[in-house]
């Protein structure tokens, strides 16, 4: 059986690792171009949002990544990552009742107050939620490794057209498969034509990590690859189409004031920027075109896109067998 993935982001690369699991020959269109999966450090934050809300799927699908990256580096890939936790400080009692609600009981966590603060968190701060098992990854080395594990064919170059079993480059030959499974994302979905919600984020990367752990409301620090760090949020007016994404001096302010809000950032050097646009409005599964799907993942890319990619294989494998 022959899959073909169009995309070679998060999503797109756990379909192939999933489908290549299950036996399937696969071949991955990627145009490599603005991929928001490429972010240089992915938070894995269970509990969203500044309402405290969990996805029902939140707690599998940490897990799940958590232990690709384990298998992605027991065969021999390097995935810089952190497991030490994240910190999600909250404003005033309010919002902690709020969290405290959606908190899940088998999500392990501690309220910790002002005095078990870790030393780099900014005054101010009456309470703040520590949930150890998240954290951070590269999204890009995470994405490159499914892939190479996988063993995928990857064709460089854009999809202009295709259907449930075929897809048509811009350049090349057009391919044939058994069934095809499209993961393009915001860009992909802007090439279309298709209306959407789009996003964009951007991300600091700093000379060192502001915090030794993810911090995040609002916006968020983290640690990053090679001992520096990022501060980022997705923060601009959401568009109907894919757009360039940029970062006005405005935004740039806001995403400063939410940094220092968040913790001392004295002495930490801004050294580049990384801006990406996330696609809203999760789609999974065949559609009426009979064409696979599994997109909108928005920032929840990493924290369940490889458990909703396990579930889509696994349905692309079954029905195309029958």
């Not at 983290?222 to 501060?231: I, K, W």
């Not at 940029?246 to 050097?269: C, F």
């Amino acid at each position: 059986m022959r899959v073909l993935v169009v995309g070679g982001g998060v999503a797109g690369a756990a379909v192939a690792y999933f489908a290549a699991q299950g036996g399937a020959q696969v071949t991955v269109v990627d145009a490599g171009i603005h991929a928001a999966s490429h972010v240089p450090s992915a938070l894995l934050n269970p509990v969203r949002g500044q309402s405290g809300q969990v996805d029902g799927r939140a707690l599998e699908g940490l897990a799940l990544t958590w232990a690709l990256v384990r298998e992605l580096e027991a065969a021999g890939w390097s995935i810089p990552h952190g497991q030490e936790g994240v910190l999600r400080p909250v404003p005033d009692e309010r919002t902690r009742a709020k969290f405290a609600r959606n908190l899940p009981p088998a999500l392990p966590h501690r309220w910790l107050t002002p005095g078990d603060f870790p030393a780099s968190l900014s005054p101010g701060w009456p309470h703040a939620l520590l949930i150890p098992a998240g954290g951070w990854l590269d999204g890009a080395a995470f994405c490159a490794g499914l892939l190479d594990v996988s063993g995928a064919e990857v064709v460089r170059g854009r999809a202009v057209a295709w259907d449930a079993h075929s897809i048509t480059l811009e350049e090349g030959p057009r391919l044939q498969g058994d069934a095809l499974v499209w993961c393009g994302g915001a860009v992909g979905s802007g090439w279309a034509s298709e209306a959407g919600t789009h996003r964009a984020g951007t991300l600091l990367t700093l000379d060192r990590p502001a915090t030794a752990l993810p911090v995040s409301f609002g916006a968020y620090l983290a640690p990053r690859a090679g001992g520096t760090g990022v501060l980022g949020a997705t923060f601009e007016v959401p568009t109907p189409t894919w757009q360039e994404p940029t970062l006005p001096a405005a935004s740039l302010r806001w995403l400063l004031n939410r940094g220092d809000a968040l913790a001392d950032l004295r002495g930490v050097r801004v050294t580049g920027r990384w801006s990406g646009i996330r696609l809203s409005g999760l789609v999974a599964g065949r559609q009426p075109d009979g064409v696979w799907r599994l997109s909108g993942l928005s920032s929840k890319g990493f924290l369940l896109g490889p458990l909703l990619a396990r579930h889509v294989a696994g349905d692309v494998l079954r029905e195309t067998a029958t």
